[in-house]
């Protein structure tokens, strides 16, 4: 099932820059940071995300290092939620979780506090964007191994040439992004 795009899903598009050729020849860099500076714009991307999920029963928001935590902090605040960071490896101070996954260029691994959901949870997963799709399957295993449901995971942009959405929806993962770009 294809969920409708926002009507203003183009105006929040418009204020993402991207960046030709960072951090590596030919990577088109989508940057959300101009969103963010933007008080308008911050905040409609915000309540955006908090009038879909406010009436989903959920129980906890994930954000994904390091983007994820800006945004899911953010709803989780306003859906009067806590909120879990699903770190890069070696970030968290108490007993982890560790998922590894694949990367365009090599692998990277995501931790989670043995102790941040329980079996039961309904979770919202966020993060900024939906590449290879690698951080978010890693992040749904996670939360699934600590006995959670991913309720669905989120993002601002999804590139869907480069599959990750793709692969996401292909675990049995909802997945829902305001916008997406066409190339890398």
């Known amino acids: 099932m294809s969920i409708p795009k926002p009507l203003y899903a183009d105006y929040i598009q418009q204020r993402i820059r991207t960046v030709p050729d960072w951090p590596q020849p030919g990577v088109q860099f989508r940057d959300i940071t101009p969103l963010l500076q933007d008080p308008k714009t911050f905040r409609l991307l915000v309540d955006t ?3 879909r999920y406010m009436d989903m029963q959920i129980d906890l928001v994930a954000g994904v290092d390091a983007r994820g935590f ?3 902090s953010v709803v989780a ?3 009067n939620l806590g909120f879990v960071p699903i770190r890069k490896k ?3 101070p108490y007993l982890t979780e560790a998922e590894e996954y694949e990367l365009e260029y090599g692998s990277a691994t995501v931790e989670i506090h043995a102790d941040a959901c329980k079996p039961g949870d309904r979770v919202l997963l966020v993060d900024d964007l939906v590449a290879t799709g690698g951080t978010m399957i890693a992040a749904a295993r996670l939360l699934q191994r600590l006995g959670a449901t991913v309720v ?13 959405s793709r692969l996401i929806t292909g675990q049995g993962i909802e997945l829902y992004t305001i916008c997406d770009f066409a190339g890398h």
């Open 49 to 51: 995300f908090v009038h």
């Open 70 to 72: 800006i945004l899911g």
């Open 77 to 79: 605040y306003e859906l």
């Open 90 to 92: 070696g970030k968290l």
């Open 152 to 164: 669905e995971a989120a993002a601002i942009v999804d590139l869907p040439e480069l599959g990750g």
